[in-house]
């Protein structure tokens, strides 16, 4: 099956710092989605990119797709402590069915 | 805002018992999911559900099975219970089956344990 890659495994930052992430995949998709996921708790999504986006600002988010190679990047700009979490990249696939996540990225951000 | 309610954050369990986990959604949600998360290994999912009463399986439901009686409920049930299956458990929701704009929702999650 598809599956998202992050990279890097882990990310530690100093607050004010961007931090980027990066996603890739393996086969078409139909979309793909980045969630963020604190300690202890559910994920909850952030971005959701269609196969024909390129580019999208949600606050201090950037996400990226490029569908010629298979990857998406997230930028977070200006990093905060509270920023600190793991985030997941998810493909879906063209039947826009079945999620598929990848190990995610650990992201700290230092105070 | 969604909200999908998972009915423990912690549970403690010995091996061979059977085990509930129960997952409610209120947002008239057509699909349901269930996936289990472990370090390094991502979420993989174990079940996941279209319309009252279907099921279908994921990627890894031996040992495992459910039940969605209630549109707004999705039961995950462990029949013996084993210590492989000591995992984070997660529910998610999502709009119906090939909606363009349909994230996952997802519950607190369940922190099992088998002894």
């Known amino acids: 099956s598809q599956q998202g890659e992050e990279d890097p495994q882990a990310l530690s930052i100093q607050e004010g710092e961007n931090a980027t992430m990066n996603c890739s995949y393996k086969t078409s998709i139909n979309n793909l989605q980045w969630y963020r996921q604190n300690s202890g708790r559910g994920l909850v999504h952030l971005i959701l990119m269609r196969s024909n986006e390129r580019e999208k600002h949600s606050g201090r988010l950037r996400v990226t797709l490029d569908t010629s190679k298979k990857s998406s990047s997230l930028l977070i700009t200006a990093s905060r402590a509270a920023d600190t979490a793991s985030y997941f990249c998810?493909?879906?696939?063209?039947?826009?069915?079945?999620?598929?996540f990848g190990p995610g990225t650990r992201l700290s951000v230092l105070p | 805002d969604v909200k999908v309610t998972q009915s423990s954050r912690y549970l403690v369990k010995r091996t061979g018992e059977k085990v509930f986990l129960e997952c409610v959604q209120d947002?008239?949600?057509?699909?349901m999911f269930w996936y289990r998360q472990d370090p390094g290994l991502g979420l993989r999912l174990i079940y996941f559900?279209?319309?009252?009463?279907?099921?279908e399986k994921g990627d890894i439901p031996e040992g495992y099975s459910v039940s969605r009686e209630k549109k707004e409920r999705f039961s995950l049930i462990l029949e013996s219970a084993s210590t492989n299956q000591t995992s984070m458990y997660l529910c998610a929701s999502s709009l119906e089956q090939g909606a363009d704009n349909s994230p996952l929702h997802f519950g607190n999650g369940t922190r099992l344990t088998v002894t």
């Open positions: 559900s279209y319309d009252v009463k279907m099921k």
């Open positions: 947002m008239d949600h057509e699909n």
């Open positions: 998810a493909t879906v696939d063209n039947y826009g069915q079945n999620f598929v």
